[in-house]
């Protein structure tokens, strides 16, 4: 597997704004939707900003979580169904931070389909005035960050965000 490709490169636009908020799913809220094995690249929305094409294995985690491991540091996401969505999910993802009084995780929307999955990082800066109308706290002059305060927000959001997501990687299935 191509080591720092995917999930590196996808994390790296959550450093440019993205959604945030406490911890708000446990293991008994996930589930593991996505069929394990190794999954590459195959189209990416907006297309100029070209991924590191790679393989990245997916299985499960402890509990209900999801393990994605481009050959980096594996990421583990609880995938979380976004009811009223069909096939759509809420990843959760923990931040690595000791301060409590900061946001504990940030959230990306998933579609899970047949033989694969579409990632999408909800970017703060284009939702901005969708999010504002919720009571979302909007911070940052040049990088913006939504932060949500409670689940029943973010879903909302999410729902919204769901039906024209500005950005997306798509991979497909090509082994166990």
Do not use: H
Request: charged share 25%; net charge positive.
């Amino acid at each position: 597997m191509a080591a720092r490709g995917i999930l590196a490169s996808l994390l790296a636009f959550l450093m440019t704004g993205c959604w945030v908020g406490n911890a708000f799913y446990t293991a008994k809220d996930a589930s593991q939707p996505i069929a394990p094995g190794i999954y590459k690249i195959v189209a990416q929305y907006p297309a100029d900003q070209k991924i590191e094409e790679a393989e990245m294995r997916v299985g499960p985690g402890a509990g209900s979580a999801t393990v994605f491991d481009d050959g980096d540091k594996p990421t583990v996401l609880l995938l979380v169904r976004l009811s009223g969505v069909p096939d759509r999910y809420i990843a959760q993802q923990l931040i690595d931070k000791d301060d409590r009084s900061v946001p504990q995780a940030q959230y990306l929307l998933f579609e899970v389909r047949p033989r694969g999955f579409r990632m999408s990082v909800p970017m703060c800066e284009k939702t901005a005035r969708t999010v504002s109308a919720l009571k979302v706290k909007v911070t940052g002059d040049t990088v913006k960050i939504c932060t949500f305060s409670d689940a029943p927000t973010l879903e909302t959001a999410m729902k919204v965000y769901a039906k024209n997501p500005d950005n997306w990687i798509e991979l497909k299935r090509i082994r166990d």
